[in-house]
């Protein structure tokens, strides 16, 4: 059973517009819910990190909002740049012993058209 | 300059042959991970550790085996590698504060299997 879904596979988006990518977990227990960010030829960057104590963490144009009771985070990029282009993985990983076992969506690529 | 090694970055083989990839950071990381990246599927954590001597299954551990004999390296061994092992690797470190654990990860290595 996959541990976390991610959608949409893929996302256009024009300059200057919202970005939006959802994932959906199964695990309860999981902890903590960050946001890769990669480019082709390259191994993903952290972008963006949460845990469940918080409902919205905004960093930049980047923001990750949280939905606890419905199982579910956002990425949010505002203002979306033609540099933004590129493949973003969610993740999530915990609790305890478990926080560097890590689970990815299988992620959406990103085309902000200039 | 901190970073994630691996080599080789791209590697040909044939099923059966034993291939090592190697894996090194200069971060002084205690965790580090392995994952393969297959189109669709996102990342899949292949096998983790925690410090030198300590390491544990990912989620997909089937025909792969690790070794931590040092802090800085973490090489993944493919006993008898078949054509289903044909993916793109990522090696990464990792370090936890007290809300984010960043993994830092190298720039990839691309096995064919034939």
């Known amino acids: 059973q996959q541990q976390v879904k991610q959608s949409p596979q893929s996302l256009i988006v024009q300059k200057g517009g919202i970005s939006i990518i959802n994932c959906a977990y199964e695990?309860?227990?999981?902890?903590?819910f960050p946001w890769y960010q990669q480019f082709p030829g390259k191994g993903p960057a952290l972008l963006i990190a949460?845990?469940?104590?918080?409902s919205e963490k905004k960093e930049g144009r980047f923001t990750i909002s949280f939905n606890k009771s419905a199982k579910q985070f956002s990425l949010h990029i505002m203002d979306s740049q033609p540099g933004d282009s590129a493949t973003y993985f969610c993740a999530a990983s915990g609790p305890g012993n478990n926080f560097n076992k890590f689970y990815f969506g299988s992620g959406t690529k990103l085309n902000v058209k200039p | 300059e901190a970073q994630v090694t691996q080599n080789p970055r791209y590697l040909i083989t044939v099923t059966g042959k034993k291939l090592t990839v190697t894996c090194s950071q200069n971060m002084n990381h205690e965790y580090m991970s392995w994952y393969r990246q297959d189109p669709g599927l996102g990342l899949r954590q292949i096998y983790y550790s925690m410090n030198v001597e300590v390491t544990d299954k990912g989620d997909v551990p089937e025909g792969y085996k690790v070794s931590r004999k040092e802090k800085r390296n973490f090489p993944l061994i493919l006993e008898s590698p078949s054509p289903n092992q044909t993916s793109l690797y990522f090696c990464?470190?990792?370090?936890?504060?007290?809300?984010?654990?960043?993994?830092?990860f190298g720039p990839g290595t691309r096995l064919t299997v034939t």
């Open positions: 949460i845990r469940p104590d918080v």
């Open positions: 695990n309860t227990a999981f902890d903590y």
């Open positions: 990464a470190s990792s370090f936890q504060t007290g809300t984010s654990h960043e993994q830092y």
